[in-house]
């Protein structure tokens, strides 16, 4: 990791850098699938900031991100798993229970900066975040994937996580609906 580090995320500039990475994210992978007018109204530079700042202040979830030198390169939350009512982070949220998964860990949120992937980096992030869960005392571990993110489906898979056959729709209004399937995995 030589010129690599893990950063707690832990500061402003920190929720900052997340937010920015996941906006980045959603702009670069999802064209397609999102519609083009939710992505232009809802997925802003610092859409997630303000959660990202929650979290760290309620201990809801921990925010990880991989500097190379002093550039944020990947960043991922993770924490027990959310056993509400699964969002996605659409306002029409989505009817999947997620109670069976009580006592799991979860990958809440994962991107890699456009600009470095392919490096090894989202890699190292998210075995960092794995090891940390089951440090944690996290037995099994679950992270959502796009359905049609097949760059990431085959990720978690040599990551060593399946498919269960669990799936939610998520709507993003006005018509459109997506998929997303749940990767699992014993840590």
Not at 77 to 97: I, M
Not at 102 to 113: A, L
Not at 151 to 167: K, M, N
Request: include cysteine.
């Amino acid at each position: 990791m030589n010129g690599l580090r893990f950063v707690d995320a832990c500061t402003d500039e920190h929720f900052a850098a997340m937010s920015l990475i996941h906006a980045l994210g959603w702009r670069d992978t999802y064209v397609g699938y999102v519609p083009d007018d939710y992505m232009a109204r809802e997925i802003t530079d610092d859409r997630w900031t303000k959660f990202f700042r929650e979290d760290y202040q309620t201990g809801r979830c921990h925010g990880l991100l991989l500097y190379s030198g002093h550039t944020p390169v990947a960043a991922i939350n993770y924490g027990p798993a959310r056993t509400e009512n699964y969002n996605a982070g659409t306002s029409e949220g989505s009817d999947f229970p997620n109670e069976a998964y009580r006592g799991w860990g979860e990958i809440i949120s994962f991107y890699t900066h456009p600009d470095h992937r392919g490096k090894g980096y989202g890699g190292l992030l998210f075995e960092e975040a794995l090891r940390r869960l089951k440090a944690d005392g996290f037995r099994n571990a679950f992270v959502f994937v796009l359905r049609e993110n097949s760059g990431a489906r085959r990720f978690y898979a040599a990551h060593g996580f399946q498919w269960d056959g669990t799936h939610a729709d998520i709507p993003f209004p006005p018509d459109a609906i997506c998929v997303d399937l749940r990767y699992t995995r014993a840590l």
